[in-house]
């Protein structure tokens, strides 16, 4: 009986032709460890790579907390320093005193106010006294007229104080009474005339009206003088003699004071006393706490002797009663 072929397990130990042969193996590795193509490394360094960017982004970021973490840190500021701070200041420059700041605020309000006769009239209140009397004229020729009739002379001098930016303004009674002609000097230099709309005869007040005045016209502001005591600083302002406008600086002497004038015509009463110095032309000016603010009205002054000059005690009229003049409502 014919047995089948029998075919061994071992394989052939001939090289197959597909599988690469030993020597070939080394070419094979070396074809896989070839570098990728040109263009792919120029692609990795290119700027628009987000790998790229990201990472110049992050060098930034830790570039700019490193700098701001070196950055030394302000100081507190403590009182000590602020103190130091205003001594500094204070040992540099030269500051403005109390009543120069007042001065300054209430300066703009501050109006001269002049008024005027005729001659005319002067004239012939003069012919009246002579007709009166019972002297005998004079013989030889008459006295030359010296009048000039139709002009006018001054009669007063005075001082005025804004309270209504409409050009209202406060003075004294005793600065316009018999007035023909009234005219106000502003601070800039403006002249107007004025006219008299208002008196309060018992506290010695007038109220004028200018006819004009200028763009920048300030109001003074007024003050109660509820919470005025003695000791309380003071300043007047107005044309002492004509001259001004001037400034003098005191203290509030005393409150509710009673003045009677020296002819014994007039009593007023609720005055405030004061030692700013004050002489004829200071009349209808403003008594001006350190803050600017009007609190009175300057009226009269002390003298027991014949002079007109000041020696220490001056009176106002509160600012509560010089504004009902004015028909403004008080405080």
């Known amino acids: 009986m014919r047995r089948p072929a029998l075919y061994s397990s071992s394989r ?15 070419e094979a590795a070396a074809e896989t460890a070839a570098p990728p193509p040109r263009t792919q490394r120029w692609y990795a360094l290119s700027p628009g790579n987000p790998l790229l960017l990201w990472s110049a982004i992050l060098l930034l970021g830790i570039a700019l907390a490193t700098s701001l973490a070196l950055r030394p840190m302000p100081r507190k500021l403590t009182q000590q320093d602020i103190n130091q701070a205003v001594l500094k200041t204070m040992e540099t420059q030269v500051m403005p005193s109390e009543y120069a700041r007042a001065y300054e605020k209430i300066r703009p309000s501050v ?13 012939e209140e003069e012919q009246k006294l002579v007709s009166r009397s019972n002297k005998p004229k004079p013989l030889g020729p008459a006295p030359a007229d010296i009048t000039g009739d139709g002009d006018e002379i001054e009669n007063g001098v005075g001082t005025g104080v804004v309270i ?13 009474n018999g007035a023909d002609h009234v005219k106000v000097t502003f601070f800039d230099g403006l002249e107007a005339d004025a006219n008299i709309t208002g008196v309060q005869a018992e506290n010695d007040l007038a109220v004028l009206q200018a006819t004009k005045i200028p763009d920048d016209l300030f109001a003074a ?7 005025l ?12 003699f004509g001259i001004g406008p001037s400034a ?3 203290i509030v002497s005393g409150l509710g004071r009673v003045f009677r004038s020296p002819e014994g015509k007039q009593e007023m009463r609720n005055l405030i ?3 700013a110095a004050a002489n004829p032309g200071n009349s209808g000016g403003p008594l001006v706490t350190m803050d600017g603010e009007v609190v009175g009205i300057v009226t009269a002054i002390l003298n027991p002797t014949a002079a007109r000059t000041f020696i220490g005690i001056g009176f106002a009229v509160p600012i509560e009663n010089a504004a009902t003049a004015a028909g403004l409502p008080p405080f």
């Open 12 to 26: 052939s130990t001939r090289p197959d032709a597909s599988e690469p042969s030993p020597a070939s193996a080394p």
């Open 111 to 123: 109006v001269r106010v002049v008024s005027y006769i005729k001659k005319s009239r002067l004239k």
């Open 164 to 176: 209504i930016d409409k050009g209202v303004i406060l003075t004294n009674l005793h600065v316009v």
């Open 221 to 227: 502001t007024m003050r109660s003088t509820g919470d």
């Open 229 to 240: 005591t003695p000791g309380d600083k003071v300043l007047a302002v107005g044309f002492p």
């Open 248 to 250: 003098s600086g005191g």
């Open 273 to 275: 006393q004061f030692d």
